[in-house]
């Protein structure tokens, strides 16, 4: 079974991380999550205390219907520098971060490894397995620019949260789901999450 590293942090999307939770949940993976402080209270102010982290699996089940076996969804703690994701012996082939923070994105792009969120990122970089970032800040200042080349020269896919209008949305999920499928790809996955482009 596929393990999957999802790490949420303080910038502004977070219904992008439901999503994505929600979606590799029903693919069949397993996800370690972890939750910066910040990304904690975005997640509770930008949806409401029924996303708060131990309402989590309950809350994806009743928003998308996608039921979360016991196991299916490990929780750590973001400081918890000894979890299983700090080292590269255990079994996560992929992570995203989603949304990244630009603190979190500079210490990934510096190898700071300060928190699990960092750490297990830079994991996936010396082992060379998948990394997606989904970055959210506008406008960007030349040092956040410069990250974003850092992290994508050691291996990172940079994925910014910026929803398509192509496939016609109608709702805020039908953007949050393009995001999402975009992300599964980027993570090695098949998605049907919006509709594939077939040509004019
Ligand atoms: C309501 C709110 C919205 C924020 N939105 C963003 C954002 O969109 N992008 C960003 O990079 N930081 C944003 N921040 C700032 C980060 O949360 C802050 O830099 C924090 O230290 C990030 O820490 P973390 O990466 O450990 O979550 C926001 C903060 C708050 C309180």
Same mark, same amino acid.
């Given at each position: 079974m596929t393990h999957v590293a999802l790490g949420i942090t +303080?910038?502004?999307?977070a219904l992008y991380a439901v999503r994505t939770l929600a979606a590799l949940l029903a693919h069949g993976a397993t996800v370690e999550l972890v939750v910066s402080d910040y990304g904690r209270r975005l997640l509770r102010d930008e949806i +409401?205390?029924?996303?708060a982290i131990d309402r989590l699996a309950t809350y994806v089940t009743s928003r998308y219907g996608v039921a979360v076996e016991p196991g299916r969804l490990v929780v750590h703690s973001n400081r918890d520098l000894g979890a299983s994701l700090a080292s590269g012996s255990q079994g996560c082939e992929a992570m995203v971060i989603v949304p990244c923070s630009m603190k979190t994105l500079a210490g990934i792009a510096h190898g700071l490894s300060r928190s699990l969120i960092e750490r297990a990122a830079d994991v996936m970089l010396k082992e060379k397995r998948r990394l997606v970032l989904v970055p959210r800040e506008t406008p960007m200042s030349l040092p956040e620019l410069r990250n974003m080349v850092l992290c994508a020269e050691a291996g990172a896919m940079i994925l910014p949260a910026m929803p398509a209008f192509y496939q016609q949305p109608k709702t805020i999920d039908d953007l949050a789901a393009f995001i999402a499928g975009k992300i599964l790809n980027g993570l090695g996955f098949d998605q049907q999450l919006f509709p594939a482009w077939k040509g004019q």
């Amino acid at each position: 079974m596929t393990h999957v590293a999802l790490g949420i942090t +303080g910038a502004s999307g977070a219904l992008y991380a439901v999503r994505t939770l929600a979606a590799l949940l029903a693919h069949g993976a397993t996800v370690e999550l972890v939750v910066s402080d910040y990304g904690r209270r975005l997640l509770r102010d930008e949806i +409401g205390p029924e996303a708060a982290i131990d309402r989590l699996a309950t809350y994806v089940t009743s928003r998308y219907g996608v039921a979360v076996e016991p196991g299916r969804l490990v929780v750590h703690s973001n400081r918890d520098l000894g979890a299983s994701l700090a080292s590269g012996s255990q079994g996560c082939e992929a992570m995203v971060i989603v949304p990244c923070s630009m603190k979190t994105l500079a210490g990934i792009a510096h190898g700071l490894s300060r928190s699990l969120i960092e750490r297990a990122a830079d994991v996936m970089l010396k082992e060379k397995r998948r990394l997606v970032l989904v970055p959210r800040e506008t406008p960007m200042s030349l040092p956040e620019l410069r990250n974003m080349v850092l992290c994508a020269e050691a291996g990172a896919m940079i994925l910014p949260a910026m929803p398509a209008f192509y496939q016609q949305p109608k709702t805020i999920d039908d953007l949050a789901a393009f995001i999402a499928g975009k992300i599964l790809n980027g993570l090695g996955f098949d998605q049907q999450l919006f509709p594939a482009w077939k040509g004019q």
